[in-house]
């Protein structure tokens, strides 16, 4: 699993148990899906279609730095299906686990439409390559 984001724990992020507020790493996981979607299959016009049980396993507090880990784990005809794992960047303990997050790709009329991917590729304006991302 490849943690490319990094998020600092603020303030504005916290509930009023002075823990990370569970809706604001929910939007996060959000955000950093549909964009690896994006980039995998090579169309802006991608939707959140559905995201599995969502395990909290640790808390996280103001100050802590979090890694966001997302990786394909299955390409459908219109969709991509997708795991995460968030976890603290010093200490490494796990604080969310998603299993299954799945995105839709769509056309020009917002109608699901087959993306042609079978595997990784990192897709820029119609130009697709192979490997990592650097």
Avoid at 87 to 111: A, H, P, Q, Y
Wanted: net charge negative.
């Amino acid at each position: 699993m490849n943690f490319y984001t990094r998020k600092w724990v603020k303030p504005e992020d916290l509930n009023p148990n002075g823990t990370l507020f569970g809706g604001t790493l929910l939007r996060w996981i959000d955000e950093e899906a549909v964009i690896y979607a994006i980039v995998q299959l090579g169309n802006p016009k991608v939707v959140t279609k559905f995201i599995s049980e969502i395990n909290f396993v640790n808390s996280a507090k103001q100050g802590d730095i979090l890694e966001l880990g997302i990786e394909a784990i299955n390409f459908g005809t219109t969709s991509l299906t997708m795991r995460c794992e968030v976890r603290n960047k010093i200490s490494k303990k796990t604080i969310l686990s998603i299993d299954k997050l799945v995105f839709v790709n769509l056309d020009e009329d917002g109608n699901p439409t087959p993306h042609g991917k079978d595997s990784i590729t990192y897709a820029y304006m119609g130009i697709e390559k192979t490997g990592r991302d650097d």
